[in-house]
């Protein structure tokens, strides 16, 4: 069974950054594709940013494309979201994902695994 517990959420200012991590429970972490979801309120779930297996190739969402990015270190369980330029319309709960696919996945479905998610707030 794999755990994500994802952390480094907060309130932070327009114009910002945040890190946000996340920690898989297995050391197989590396047999699996990942992704960062959010969910704002009363909108639905959508990607972020999503990474493979080898973290070789990396997709990131148009709404945040040149502000964030999607790293993985697979010796330490771990995918990272660095978020830089934050604005009050990334507030949302994000949630870290696995699949069991290979290669980047952006659909909802193919991910297997889910964070409990942490809240980032971008407010002045």
């Known amino acids: 069974q794999v755990q994500l517990v994802e952390s480094g959420g907060g309130l932070v200012q327009p114009g910002g950054s945040l890190k946000l991590s996340c920690a898989n429970s297995?050391?197989?972490?590396?047999?699996?594709?990942m992704g960062w979801f959010r969910q704002a309120p009363g909108k639905e779930r959508e990607i972020v940013a999503a990474?493979?297996?080898?973290?070789?190739?990396?997709y990131s969402a148009d709404s945040v494309k040149g502000r964030f990015t999607i790293s993985r270190d697979n010796a330490k369980n771990m995918v990272y979201l660095q978020m830089n330029s934050l604005k009050p319309e990334d507030t949302a709960v994000y949630y870290c994902?696995?699949?069991?696919?290979?290669?980047?996945?952006?659909?909802?479905?193919?991910?297997?695994?889910w964070g409990q998610g942490t809240q980032v707030t971008v407010s002045s």
């Open positions: 990474i493979s297996r080898s973290g070789g190739s990396t």
């Open positions: 994902a696995a699949s069991p696919y290979t290669t980047i996945q952006e659909s909802e479905s193919k991910y297997n695994y």
């Open positions: 297995r050391r197989t972490s590396n047999m699996y594709a």
